[in-house]
Every structure is written in C-alpha cells, then in structure tokens.
C-alpha cells in the first residue's frame, strides 16, 4: 500500500471512531500482505545459471560481483544447495541483440533451464546535496548516485525471453575525509568503491523481483464492550479469522443499524485477507446500506483501485 493512502484510510477511520461513539470502538490489527512477485518466472524442477555480461563498455569486477551476489539469493530462496547456481562470464559482440542460437548455445555451455543473464550496470552522475536547514558546514554534506542494474531472464530451450528488469538502487555517501572528497574525480572513485561493496545488497535487490514478498499493514476492526464482540476480536488478533467471521456473520443479522454495519465492515476484513476484494467490497456496500460508518468509502475505493 502506498504510504499516502494508508494515511487517508487512517483519517477517515479515525473520523469514524468519533462518530460512532455511541457504543462502537476502533482498534488496529497488524498483520501481512502477501506482494505476488514483479515478475513472476517458474523456477519448480529447473536448472538455472547466472551469466555475467562482459565487453568494452561494462565494469567486470562490479558486474561478476553483482551476479555472484545474485546466484547465492537465488540459492538461499530456493533453498538449493550452495554452488547450485553456477556463474559464468560471456562476451557477446551485442549485449541488445541475443539471437536464439546464442541463447541455446549458453544453455547448453551451463546445461541449465533458466538463464539470468545481467547484462550491465549503469550509474548516473553523483549529486551532492545540503541539509535542508540551509546550514553548509563540511559535516551536513552528502552525496547520492542512483544505479540501474538490468537482468534478462531467457528460457534455454525454447530461448524465449521470460522477464527483462531494471533494478535500482541508491548509494549515499555522508562522510568525507576533507573537502578534497567532493571533486568529481575523487567522489567517483568513492562511488566505485560503494558500489563494488554493495554488490551483495543489490544482488538481493535483484532476486526480490522474482519472488513473492510480505509486508506488513494495519487494518481496524469494529467491536463492542460484550463478550461476543470481545470474543471475536481476540480470535482475529490471533489471526483465527475463520472463528471471528462466525461471530461477525452471525452479528451482520442484527435488527441493530449499526452491529449489522461493524460486523459487515470486519466481514470485509475477513474477505481481504482471503484475497477475495470484490467479495469485501460487497459487504462494505451491504454495510453502508445499514449504517454510515465514515470509514466504509475510504476502505472501499482502496479494494477496487
């Protein structure tokens, strides 16, 4: 979820707690989302290589290191052994123009399924920035460069391309011997090292786009001051969502306006971590109908976006 629009749900949910003041209350939930992967390859029962892209215009020692750094996160998502992954060097005459046979042809020369090949990284020019309070003493300088690394993923037998990336990354230096250190000449050399160094990081920062993540978000849930309610919200606390809809469900039933919409709304919840939004926009819409609880709009247009 995009920070802004977590804070507008927390607005509107908190605006929904003073207007339903009149026996509801609103607590939160921390739980996961689970991110499915940017670009999703099948990795089940396949043999897979990483080749660094060696020639005229690419750094050999920081594309090897990123490709190494690249193989072991491969390894250890997978869970295969170490050394599994094997890395190789290849020198193309057009890195932009890989012919099927060459594809094949690299296939055969790492007897692997997946190929991962990276084919550069590429740095922009560094910027050196002040503190935001204007003060410009040696101590509050820094200097940032963005780095883009590209990966192409190709299928050895068939040679069909599966994923092209471009994963970036930022390098921040914050600390200088002497001022000397910000020449261009000398803050590039800087940025070398820090990238050779953070080969590892960005290695991972690559794998990330292949494989499914978790990250955590909060959610509120509606309840009441009787033990049902209380009930309820311990089990989906504990993640027992099951055992807390049986409660909601039957709550949603209520001739009561508003414990027919606070048990929608927490259905809608339920329905979400199922990964059913549609079904959750619906009980947010059977909730409206019963009671104007001011948060329903905010969490609705958030599951249809």
């Given at each position: 979820?995009?920070?802004?629009?977590?804070?507008?749900?927390?607005?509107l949910?908190?605006?929904?707690?003073?207007?339903?003041?009149?026996?509801?209350?609103?607590?939160?939930?921390?739980?996961?989302?689970r991110?499915?992967?940017?670009?999703?390859?099948?990795?089940?029962?396949?043999?897979?290589?990483?080749f660094?892209?060696?020639?005229n215009?690419?750094?050999s020692?920081?594309?090897?290191q990123?490709s190494?750094a690249?193989s072991e996160s491969?390894?250890?998502?997978?869970?295969?052994?170490?050394?599994?992954?094997?890395?190789?060097n290849?020198?193309p005459?057009d890195?932009?123009?890989y012919?099927s046979d060459?594809?094949?042809?690299?296939?055969?020369?790492a007897d692997?399924?997946?190929?991962f090949?990276?084919?550069?990284?590429?740095?922009?020019e560094p910027?050196?920035?002040?503190?935001?309070?204007?003060d410009?003493?040696f101590?509050q300088?820094?200097?940032?460069?963005t780095?883009?690394t590209?990966?192409?993923?190709?299928?050895g037998?068939?040679?069909?391309?599966?994923?092209?990336?471009?994963?970036?990354?930022?390098l921040?230096?914050s600390?200088?011997?002497?001022?000397?250190?910000l020449r261009?000449s000398v803050?590039?050399?800087?940025f070398?090292q820090?990238?050779?160094?953070?080969?590892?990081?960005i290695g991972?920062?690559?794998?990330?786009?292949f494989f499914?993540?978790?990250?955590?978000?909060?959610?509120?849930?509606?309840?009441f001051?009787n033990s049902?309610?209380?009930?309820?919200?311990a089990?989906?606390?504990?993640?027992r969502?099951?055992?807390?809809?049986?409660i909601?469900?039957?709550?949603?039933?209520?001739e009561d306006?508003?414990?027919?919409?606070c048990a929608a709304?927490n259905?809608?919840?339920v329905?979400?971590?199922?990964?059913?939004?549609?079904?959750?926009?619906?009980?947010?819409?059977f909730?409206r109908?019963?009671?104007?609880?001011?948060?329903?709009e905010?969490y609705?247009n958030?599951?249809?976006?």
């Amino acid at each position: 979820m995009k920070k802004g629009g977590l804070r507008l749900l927390f607005i509107l949910l908190t605006a929904g707690t003073f207007l339903s003041s009149c026996g509801a209350s609103l607590t939160t939930v921390t739980m996961e989302r689970r991110l499915p992967p940017k670009h999703p390859v099948e990795f089940s029962k396949k043999s897979i290589a990483v080749f660094s892209t060696i020639g005229n215009l690419e750094d050999s020692i920081v594309n090897i290191q990123i490709s190494k750094a690249l193989s072991e996160s491969l390894e250890k998502r997978l869970s295969l052994r170490k050394g599994s992954v094997p890395v190789y060097n290849h020198f193309p005459e057009d890195s932009a123009r890989y012919t099927s046979d060459y594809i094949r042809e690299l296939s055969l020369l790492a007897d692997s399924d997946l190929l991962f090949i990276l084919n550069g990284v590429w740095a922009n020019e560094p910027v050196i920035l002040q503190n935001s309070n204007g003060d410009e003493r040696f101590g509050q300088t820094y200097a940032i460069m963005t780095v883009n690394t590209e990966i192409v993923v190709y299928d050895g037998i068939t040679a069909k391309e599966l994923a092209s990336v471009v994963s970036k990354d930022t390098l921040v230096i914050s600390r200088f011997v002497s001022r000397n250190d910000l020449r261009k000449s000398v803050l590039l050399s800087l940025f070398y090292q820090s990238l050779v160094d953070s080969a590892g990081e960005i290695g991972e920062s690559v794998a990330d786009n292949f494989f499914e993540k978790w990250e955590p978000i909060e959610r509120y849930i509606y309840y009441f001051n009787n033990s049902d309610w209380q009930n309820a919200l311990a089990f989906a606390q504990s993640f027992r969502w099951s055992e807390a809809a049986k409660i909601w469900m039957e709550k949603s039933s209520s001739e009561d306006a508003l414990v027919a919409a606070c048990a929608a709304y927490n259905m809608a919840l339920v329905c979400e971590v199922s990964g059913e939004k549609a079904l959750a926009a619906e009980w947010l819409n059977f909730a409206r109908k019963k009671y104007p609880l001011k948060p329903i709009e905010g969490y609705r247009n958030y599951l249809l976006r």
